[in-house]
């Protein structure tokens, strides 16, 4: 009798870690109106705070958005949950989904491309040798591979820069990013056993080590503290779907399906196509070429300064094990359109996960 009670009242939850302007895109193309009255009406953008908990209920067809409390410190720039579920956010188009149905999604926590230049520079001055010699080593071979200028040709104080950039290459979360993670996990599994105590809980993430290493973080301390429901000890990572690509510096979210969105989207491009799109001021092709050696650098550090938060680490080289939990780095060979709406594509991931 309690097994099929248990059986009964079991729900399949999928908890996606996510990226805030993959988050924000899709929310705002299924509500662009609220959202663009929200930003006027606050003289603000529509930031997610990090480590911040998204819940997707489906009632009478239509799924509403929800954030767990969250009050972030800065709150003339993040969206405060009180703020988000007054604005009624919904997907309001059929996605297939039963009545009643959970999604979750999670902003990853704080991670060291969200520090400023002086933070980097601050912590690198606190760094042993040891660990700097890290960054230079992998600065080195960046160089070597996309430059092909000798490293002892390079100016002193632009080889610092380097090493210090290289910080911000898929970026590992920050102290303050692990505690957000701690923070989502103690958040979540309360909210889970006091509404959903026996669902069946799997966690997914993108291919961005931030995004997983949150994901690797909640399980630890679920499995720490033990939980009522039942979740798999194990992160589904490598989900291009879930993936945030270069987003745009100071800028309004391009429109899902837009060219600047689907640039936005992109690996592999030259940093001349990425400026036409991607920058706060972006420029034309006629006005870059018309710049001098110096002003071009200057421009190309800007993209690079953009694009390299979202540069993945070489499959090969992503960690297992992380926090003593498996990372399953399984690539799909699912194709997604340019520019795509997140939401929209839920049930392809479930597809993948399950």
């Excluded at 994901?215 to 033990?226: F, H, S, T, V």
Aim: with cysteine; glycine share 6%; charged share 25%.
């Amino acid at each position: 009798m309690f097994a099929q009670c248990m059986r009964q009242y079991r729900r399949h939850i999928v908890i996606a870690v996510s990226h805030m302007n993959r988050l924000v895109a899709s929310l705002k193309h299924n509500n662009d109106s609220i959202v663009k009255d929200f930003i006027k009406k606050k003289g603000k953008g529509f930031v997610l705070p990090t480590g911040c908990v998204i819940v997707g209920t489906v009632i009478g067809g239509i799924m509403h958005f929800t954030m767990l409390p969250c009050a972030p410190k800065e709150i003339g720039r993040y969206v405060s949950s009180e703020e988000f579920n007054e604005l009624g956010l919904t997907l309001p188009r059929s996605l297939g989904y039963k009545e009643g149905e959970v999604r979750m999604f999670l902003r990853h926590g704080q991670g060291y491309h969200n520090l400023s230049q002086q933070q980097l520079d601050e912590l690198w001055v606190k760094m042993s040798q040891e660990e700097r010699d890290v960054f230079i080593a992998r600065a080195i071979d960046r160089n070597c591979r996309m430059r092909g200028t000798p490293w002892v040709r390079i100016p002193q104080k632009r080889r610092r820069l380097l090493a210090i950039r290289e910080m911000r290459y898929d970026a590992p979360l920050t102290a303050m990013g692990r505690k957000e993670a701690d923070d989502a996990a103690k958040q979540l599994r309360t909210f889970l056993q006091n509404t959903y105590p026996y669902a069946s809980v799997k966690m997914c993430a993108s291919e961005l080590y931030r995004a997983y290493e949150t994901a690797a973080l909640i399980l630890k301390e679920w499995l720490d503290e033990g939980c009522t429901f039942f979740f798999e000890s194990l992160v589904h990572a490598s989900f291009r779907i879930l993936t945030e690509l270069h987003r745009e510096i100071a800028s309004a979210t391009h429109e899902l399906g837009t060219d600047g969105r689907r640039v936005a989207e992109s690996l592999g491009l030259r940093w001349e196509v990425y400026a036409q799109h991607i920058l706060k001021t972006c420029l034309t092709v006629e006005e870059i070429q018309s710049m001098t050696d110096e002003e071009r650098l200057q421009i190309e550090d800007k993209v690079v300064h953009v694009t390299s938060e979202n540069t993945p680490r070489a499959f090969e080289e992503r960690p297992t094990i992380l926090h003593g939990i498996t990372v399953s780095h399984v690539m799909s060979e699912v194709k997604y359109p340019d520019g795509l709406d997140l939401f929209s594509n839920l049930r392809v991931l479930d597809d993948l996960v399950h």
